[in-house]
């Protein structure tokens, strides 16, 4: 199975900082990578897909790149509502994996 | 708007079998296959498996691969994940998620359900 290895594994920031969150494949999955947020005690929601897609409804401080191997998430101006876990996602095969998460903490 | 609505909490016994239950809101459940994604208290997300209601094939991630299972119900646009024994290790929240297979449609998961939550104790 492709392994997903993200980094770092927690992070601390401001309200308005921005950040950058990474995610490796241990092979080329092309564009297939998607980014979900997690919050306490609710399901994922879809933020990202095809590695720079912007779901809709996602604000536009959200954006994603890379191919390959290489992916990252950033947030410019991290706003109160953005504090949660983070999580990448391969779907170049049908044996579906994620990286092990990010949680983003409010310094 | 389409919502995955899943059955309520569960507490059992190690070696109780259990069926958890995913509806689709929807008008298009044969259009889209149905994913289980687990959640151990505090770790990440681990996909299981997933199923075509249309035909009902299903696969599963080999870490899960015979101690669960995934079916439909057409008629009523539900989805379930069952286990037939099971163990303290099951302890966790269970999502289901729409997974778009057409072409172009990337394989997203979305929406999800709200999630299961089952406890194994004795």
């Known amino acids: 199975d492709i392994q997903m290895t993200q980094s770092p594994s927690s992070l601390s920031a401001s309200v308005g900082d921005r950040v950058t969150i990474t995610c490796r494949a241990s092979?080329?999955?092309?564009?297939?990578l998607t980014w979900y947020q997690q919050k306490p005690g609710k399901a994922p929601k879809l933020l990202i897909y095809?590695?720079?897609s912007l779901q809709s409804g996602v604000p536009s401080r959200f954006s994603g790149s890379g191919s390959g191997m290489d992916f990252s998430l950033t947030i410019s101006g991290l706003q109160p509502e953005d504090f949660a876990t983070y999580y990448c996602?391969?779907?170049?095969?049908?044996?579906?994996?994620f990286g092990q998460g990010t949680k983003l903490e409010i310094k | 708007e389409v919502q995955l609505v899943q059955s309520g909490a569960e507490v059992k016994k190690p070696g109780e079998s259990l069926r958890i239950s995913c509806k689709d809101s929807?008008?298009?459940?044969?259009?889209?296959?149905i994913t289980w994604v687990r959640q151990l208290p505090g770790k990440g997300l681990e996909w299981m498996g997933r199923?075509?209601?249309?035909?009902?094939?299903?696969d599963y991630s080999p870490s899960f691969q015979g101690h669960v299972t995934i079916s439909v119900d057409k008629s009523i646009s539900t989805a379930y994940l069952q286990w037939s024994s099971l163990k303290a290790s099951d302890t966790g929240m269970y999502y289901c998620?729409?997974?778009?297979?057409?072409?172009?449609?990337?394989?997203?998961?979305?929406?999800w359900g709200q999630g299961t939550l089952v406890t194994v104790s004795s």
């Open positions: 095809a590695a720079s």
């Open positions: 929807g008008h298009s459940f044969t259009s889209y296959w």
């Open positions: 996602q391969q779907s170049y095969t049908t044996r579906y994996t």
């Open positions: 998620a729409r997974l778009s297979m057409n072409p172009g449609a990337w394989n997203l998961f979305d929406p």
């Open positions: 199923i075509n209601p249309s035909d009902s094939y299903s």
């Open positions: 092979q080329s999955i092309s564009n297939y």
